[in-house]
C-alpha cells in the first residue's frame, strides 16, 4: 500500500459545529503532515507529527486540534471555525529520521465552513 | 526570514517543446530541493529530489537541476504533452533547524497547448 487516505473527500460543517477529518497510511511512515490550502496558493504547512510526536505547530488557532492515535493515522479535530478556515486540508506522510524522502500526500478534503 | 519564488505564475508552451520552471530561494542553504506535481483539487504527487552536491538530477522526461551558488533550481519537461498540464512546487529543505518540514514554493501553472 503506498497511499495516503484521507476521509471526508467533502465536508460543511457550520461554525457551531465540531468535525474530524482523517487521515490514514501502511507504509510505515513515521512523520505525518496536515497541510492547508487555499485557492491559487501552496500547500502551508499546520502541523507535524514525528514518531508519534508532535513537533511543529505553526502557531495553528486552537479550533484546529491534531491528534495522532498511532503511527498509521492521523486526525485534525475541528471546532467552531470560521468561514475563512474553508480550503483544501491535505495529509501527508513521509518515513522520517534524517534521510531525505519524497512525502506521499492524500487528495485531501475539501472544507467549507458555513 | 527565508523566501521561496517560482517564476510567473502561468507559462503556456507548445507541445513537443522544453518547459522550464525556475525556482530561487534567499536566506539559507537547502540540504535538498524537491518538485512536486499538483492537479486541481488533488493532493502534490513527488516528482524528483536533488541534494546541494548534485548538479544535475534526471527522470525520463524530467531533469533537475540545483546551483547552490546562485541559489536556484531549474525543472525541465523535455517533449512536453498536454498531460504535462498541472501546477508544479517547489520545495526547498533545510536540515540546520529543528523544523524537518517541507515549505512550498508559490508554484507555476504549466498549460501545454496541443
Known amino acids: 500500500d503506498t497511499e495516503v487516505t484521507q476521509t471526508p473527500k467533502h465536508l460543511v460543517m457550520g461554525m457551531t459545529n465540531k468535525k474530524s477529518l482523517k487521515c490514514e497510511q501502511h507504509?510505515?511512515?513515521?512523520?505525518m503532515y496536515w497541510y492547508k490550502q487555499k485557492a491559487k496558493k501552496p500547500p502551508e504547512l499546520m502541523f507535524v507529527y514525528s514518531y508519534e510526536k508532535l513537533s511543529i505547530n505553526e502557531s495553528v488557532p486552537s479550533r484546529f486540534s491534531p491528534e495522532c492515535p498511532n503511527s498509521s493515522l492521523l486526525n485534525l479535530h475541528l471546532h467552531a471555525l470560521q468561514p475563512e478556515d474553508s480550503a483544501l486540508y491535505l495529509c501527508?506522510?513521509?518515513?522520517?529520521?534524517?534521510?531525505?524522502?519524497?512525502?506521499?500526500f492524500g487528495s485531501g478534503t475539501r472544507l467549507t465552513v458555513v | 526570514s527565508q523566501k521561496i519564488e517560482q517564476n510567473s505564475e502561468a507559462l503556456n508552451i507548445q507541445e513537443g517543446k522544453t518547459a522550464t520552471l525556475t525556482c530561487n530561494y534567499t536566506n539559507y542553504s537547502p540540504a535538498y530541493l524537491q518538485w512536486y506535481r499538483q492537479d486541481p483539487g488533488r493532493g502534490p504527487v513527488f516528482l524528483l529530489l536533488i541534494r546541494e552536491n548534485e548538479k544535475e538530477k534526471r527522470k525520463e522526461r524530467l531533469k533537475v537541476t540545483f546551483d547552490t551558488t546562485l541559489k536556484q533550481s531549474l525543472f525541465h519537461i523535455t517533449a512536453s504533452q498536454p498531460a504535462d498540464s498541472a501546477t508544479y512546487l517547489c520545495a526547498p529543505f533545510r536540515m540546520d533547524t529543528g523544523r524537518r518540514a517541507l515549505t512550498f514554493g508559490s508554484g507555476t501553472r504549466l498549460q501545454v497547448q496541443p
Open positions: 501527508a506522510s513521509s518515513p522520517g529520521g534524517v534521510k531525505a524522502y519524497g512525502y506521499t
Open positions: 507504509m510505515g511512515h513515521r512523520a
